[in-house]
T-cell receptor
Framework: AQKVTQAQTEISVVEKEDVTLDCVYE???????LFWYKQPPSGELVFLIR??????QNEISGRYSWNFQKSTSSFNFTITASQVVDSAVYFC?????????????FGKGITLSVRP | NAGVTQTPKFQVLKTGQSMTLQCAQD?????MSWYRQDPGMGLRLIHY???????DQGEVPNGYNVSRSTTEDFPLRLLSAAPSQTSVYFC?????????????FGSGTRLTVV
């Protein structure tokens, strides 16, 4: 069975600090996808990134970067120079696309508060 | 280009009432799913479908029913609402194509059962 663990539940930082959100996953499949979603106070789920299990390249998008390490089953998310608008709940998720499987398993989320 | 549309956005039900949460997508996605979000629990899968006429149970299916008669629609039925079903419900769709960009979520339905 697949599992996603986000051990941090709440993080509070001051604006302009860097912050890393941890994600550890478990799966028996060799083919899988990892995701990060942002849920701002308005409640919608905003897609941030998808990474497949064969692509271990780190990715940078503006102030956001992701570190995928299969050796430690981790997919960590770093926000550089955080801003108040980054305050949200962040979810890491895993999808095992084996056959017709369309299940997305979420971690419990990390609430990030960025103070001015 | 609406994406995934959920209705209603808010609903209050009395215990024992039934209702249907609607979900429609216009992206011709094969996969559709329903999740519920509860504080401290993340999102949990209720039911999912890999195509018209095919549905299966997720992690928390009890008290819910689904059907998929068309590619576009995937309604979620609460048979006899209970206070434990108070939650925020999200519908999602995804393409089966390998190059698909991932799951698109609706804006959610906040359900309160009193």
């Amino acid at each position: 069975a697949q599992k996603v663990t986000q051990a941090q539940t709440e993080i509070s930082v001051v604006e302009k600090e860097d912050v890393t959100l941890d994600c550890v996953y478990e799966t028996r499949d060799t083919t899988y996808y990892l995701f990060w979603y942002k849920q701002p106070p308005s409640g919608e789920l905003v897609f941030l990134i998808r990474r497949n299990s064969f692509d271990e390249q780190n990715e940078i998008s503006g102030r956001y970067s992701w570190n995928f390490q299969k050796s430690t089953s981790s997919f960590n998310f770093t926000i550089t120079a955080s801003q108040v608008v980054d305050s949200a709940v962040y979810f890491c998720a895993l999808s095992e696309r084996t056959g017709a499987n369309s299940k997305l398993t979420f971690g419990k989320g990390i609430t990030l508060s960025v103070r001015p | 280009n609406a994406g995934v549309t959920q209705t209603p956005k808010f609903q209050v039900l009395k215990t024992g009432q039934s209702m249907t949460l609607q979900c429609a997508q216009d992206m011709n996605h094969e996969y559709m799913s329903w999740y519920r979000q509860d504080p401290g629990m993340g999102l949990r899968l209720i039911h999912y479908s890999v195509g018209a006429g095919i549905t299966d149970q997720g992690e928390v299916p009890n008290g819910y029913n689904v059907s998929r008669s068309t590619t576009e629609d995937f309604p979620l039925r609460l048979l006899s609402a209970a206070p434990s079903q108070t939650s925020v419900y999200f519908c999602a769709s995804s393409s089966a194509q390998p190059g698909g960009v991932g799951y698109t979520f609706g804006s959610g339905t906040r359900l309160t059962v009193v």
